[in-house]
């Protein structure tokens, strides 16, 4: 397990989720631009995917281990 205590988790999983929704209104807003940057905006998208797969990760962490 991390040595991230389960507050510190917590702040960076909502870190990480307003990031991820701010990212969500930036690509929103230039996908409806016609002169918008295809490159830039697949890398947005990449960048949100890569938040989503972080917050899933730390939101595992605040699981706790089930026993067998």
């Known amino acids: 397990m ?6 510190d988790i917590q702040r960076r999983i909502i870190e990480l989720e307003v990031e991820h929704r701010d990212l969500d209104a930036v690509i929103d807003t230039l996908s409806h631009d016609a002169r918008h940057d295809e490159l830039q905006l697949r890398r947005l998208k990449k960048r949100k995917l890569q ?17 067998a």
């Open 2 to 7: 991390s040595s991230l205590s389960t507050e």
């Open 51 to 67: 938040l989503k797969d972080h917050i899933m990760l730390l939101k595992m962490q605040l699981i706790p281990d089930i026993p």
